[in-house]
């Protein structure tokens, strides 16, 4: 079955200790990317990246970073997590740019 | 940046009628977009999406419109069913630059 898939769904966690939220896709998508949804903001898109080792900004990159070693996976990192932080994360991927892109079932991520 | 917006916030609809949900973007370069359906719970899910060189869609029970002329994008739904409820995003992308931008969503609710 083609999926994305996230790990862990759920997180709380404290400011300051370092968090990985992993990502996955099983359909050798070479698009990925992280969004964050928050209430009445809809989805912004935090990091993509266009293939390995290939990864930009997207338009809220503070205070993550990602990684893409393999193609299908795509990691984000939060070295130091601070509370506006807290939010639901979703990782995407697809074809590429011009192909709509399929969402993991996200990770609802609390920092306090 | 980009700018995709919603027309209303919320839309309650009876079933078994047509719903229409729309949707404003601000670049006129802008040439691919994608209507996505996001239920509580999960990630967005692909409902139909068209390019700009297209002016309509149309899938299963849904049509989407493209008038690039006020760049306005609409999400047709017909014979609304109780499933149907969820929130609905528009997403777009430029011409140029590799980045997705979504609208903030309508929530759809079918009254039975």
């Known amino acids: 079955e083609a999926q994305v898939t996230q790990n862990p769904r759920y997180l709380i966690t404290v400011t300051g200790k370092k968090l990985t939220v992993t990502c996955s896709q099983n359909?050798?998508?070479?698009?990925m990317s992280w969004y964050r949804q928050d209430p009445g903001l809809g989805l912004r898109q935090i990091y993509y990246?266009?293939?390995?080792?290939?990864?930009d900004k997207g338009d809220v990159p503070e205070g993550y970073k990602v990684s893409r070693k393999e193609k299908r996976n795509f990691p984000l990192i939060l070295e130091s997590p601070s509370p506006n932080q807290t939010s639901l994360y979703f990782c995407?991927?697809?074809?590429?740019?011009?192909?709509?892109?399929?969402f993991g079932d996200g990770t609802r991520l609390s920092i306090l | 940046g980009e700018s995709v917006g919603l027309h209303l916030p919320t839309l309650s609809v009876q079933e078994g009628d047509n719903s229409i949900i729309n949707c404003a973007y601000s670049n006129s370069a802008s040439d691919y977009f994608i209507w996505y359906k996001q239920e509580s719970g999960k990630g967005p899910q692909f409902i139909i999406d068209i390019r700009s060189n297209m002016d309509k869609r149309q899938g299963q029970r849904v049509t989407v419109l493209l008038n690039k002329t006020v760049k306005h994008l609409s999400l047709q739904i017909a014979a609304t069913q109780p499933g149907d409820s969820a929130v609905y995003f528009c997403?777009?992308?430029?011409?140029?630059?590799?980045?997705?931008?979504f609208g903030t969503g309508t929530s759809l609710t079918v009254i039975p």
């Open positions: 997403a777009e992308t430029p011409g140029t630059g590799n980045q997705f931008y």
């Open positions: 990246s266009m293939n390995v080792e290939v990864t």
């Open positions: 995407a991927s697809s074809e590429d740019i011009s192909q709509p892109q399929h």
């Open positions: 359909m050798n998508h070479e698009y």
